[in-house]
């Protein structure tokens, strides 16, 4: 039957014409946009995994900015530690040579402070965007190094923490704490002998008195070319023979050494009957230098540089022993920060790992296949111009009717 007011083959031909035409704005804006899911009307959940991927990308973007920062920080800290170690090892020679008698001191005093001097510049300089982690000036530096998402969605930062080390030179203030020694002695917060062989004995003797310490005070004892140390807790200032205390800790620590030779050893004796005192003999067959030196809580971790003085025998002597302890603090600090820096530097080449891959991962979700999208547009292409004909012919269909009122 046919009809002049319904025509079903213009309709059926209009509405495939029309699927073909959706289905070619689909594709051409695949083709423009390069997106498969551009907007979440092309694929809701799609659409917002990707958004969520992408917001993490732009997160990560900026912690590695944050890690460049940090690595950056430290690595001049690590710079400064390095060239105060270097620094103090050239100070090292200079005091190992006015150990000898035939020689001006006053001239290597001289170059010892100007080599002090040289570190305190060094120390004060070492600073990147205000930031310091050599002056004592901070604790520690953290690093933002991650977000963690978890899988109820919820994300958290992680960092790294970069402790400072401190190497400041000032602060430091006598108070009397070694109160003798077998041996001349420059001033009451150092002494410095060397014991015969042949059982010859010296002692070293801490104040008794708790008022002259605080908690964070140091005895340095160095034998021969071997450093021990002795910190004050809080409890020990607080007890009635912090001396005694100090004294006990020192002689575990030098026992620890095992200092001795094929011919004996050196033996350390606590001395009770003289409270606070080590008594040193010498069994090992060759003589044995030592020294002692007291370093106040908050003088600096390198305090002891302030107390270096070399224009007399005895200040020569003590300063051997200190400049080792100070080399070593030096060498430790470089130490901690090649440690953080090596570990800022894994962590962010792993952040620009994972946001290449999350970037991936984000493309193989919602980036169009062009070579896909190119051979559907010819094919589509062709469909609209059959589904364009179709139609005209579908429209002509009335005219037929006319010629049987003729």
Known sequence: MSSILTNTSAMIALQTLRGINANL??????ISTGKAVATAKDNSSVWAISKVMESDVSGFTAISESLSLGESTVAVARQAAETVTDLLT???EKIVAAQENNIDRAKVQSDVAALRDQIASVVGAAQFNGLNLVDGSVASTDVLSSLDRDASGNVTSSSITVSAQDLSTG???AKDVLTGSTGASTNADSAAFTIDTGGSTGNIVTNESSDTFAAGDRIILSVEDQTVAYTVTAEDAAASTTGDIVALGLKAAV?????????????????SGTPGTLVFTNNTGEDVAISAQFENAGSGGLGLLAGIDVSSQVGAANALGNIESLIQTAVDASAAFGTAE???DIQSSFVSKLT???TAGIGSLVDADMEEASARLQALQVQQQLGTQALSIANQSPQNILSLFR
Do not use: F, H, P
């Open 255 to 271: 026992d620890a050494l095992g200092i001795s030779d094929a011919t004996g050893a050196l033996d350390i004796d606590y001395d």
């Open 342 to 344: 090596t570990r800022i």
């Open 90 to 92: 050239q100070m090292k």
């Open 171 to 173: 602060g430091y203030a």
């Open 356 to 358: 290449d891959s999350m």
């Open 25 to 30: 704005e689909s594709t051409q804006s695949q």
